[in-house]
């Protein structure tokens, strides 16, 4: 594990592995470095590029700094990058797919985009405070973090057989120690707009899965819409993840042309 520092003071840590062009993943809601599909899929990716994966603020072994704002987790991706060297390819998955149109939006250095299903509502404004949100910070102020992780899942439509199996992770202490950072993925999701999507300049393929529900599916197609340099592909798979071999497989023939790291 390295550590990078974001211009607020917050440290990020971040693993490097492989060879090649630098790719940064970001993570989703709740998933970090020692939970979620990124370990797997880095490990799939890491024999054509230089894969680095992050702990986003207020998850694992990255620390966390108030108030919260979208702007600063963006400064957290541009370290991680500048740690890569300057510029790198970025792939991102759901609420981390929004954090990367976020980043690109706003100049971050990032060469290619990918992104799998990110959670984009159309809107022409940021959408107001979500009573989901509330009812998280409630559960949370009343200690109830285990219960904050399961009403947020549920809240976003997860379905029932994976939210019941998330307590019998062994990654579950750590996963209620993050319920604080779910009115992030909330933040970053809810401000996303129609006219920052349309200052993405970045090529950007958008992936969806066949097992999604449709939701999930017609953002990824709206998406793909509003960016001015994109395209959609539909890929084999569960709810909100495609097989990843089939994943690692799209990532590499896309990202290819990503730009060498520089020695930092």
Partial sequence: MDTTRSPDGTSIAYDRAGTGPAVVLVDAACCFRGFGPMR????????DFTVFTYDRRGRGDSTDTEPYAVRREVEDLQAVIEAAGGAAAVYGFSSGAVLALHAAAAGVTISRLALLEPPVILQDVPAPPSDLEA?????IAAGRRGDAIEHFHRGIGVPEAMVAGLRQDPAWPALADLAH???YDL??????TTRLLSTV????????????????????????????DSEHRTLPGEWHGPASDTL?????????????????
């Avoid at 393929?205 to 709206?222: C, F, M, N, P």
């Fill in 40 to 47: 797997q899929l880095a490990e799939l990716l890491t024999g």
């Fill in 135 to 139: 009812e998280l910070a409630e559960l």
């Fill in 181 to 183: 950072t779910l009115a």
């Fill in 187 to 192: 933040r970053v999701t809810g401000s996303m």
């Fill in 201 to 228: 300049t970045v090529p950007t393929l958008v992936i969806d899965s066949t097992g999604s529900d449709q939701r999930l599916r017609t953002w990824a197609v709206g998406v793909a819409a509003q960016l001015p």
């Fill in 248 to 264: 690692a497989a799209t990532l590499t023939d896309f990202l290819a042309t990503a730009v060498e790291p520089r020695t930092p």
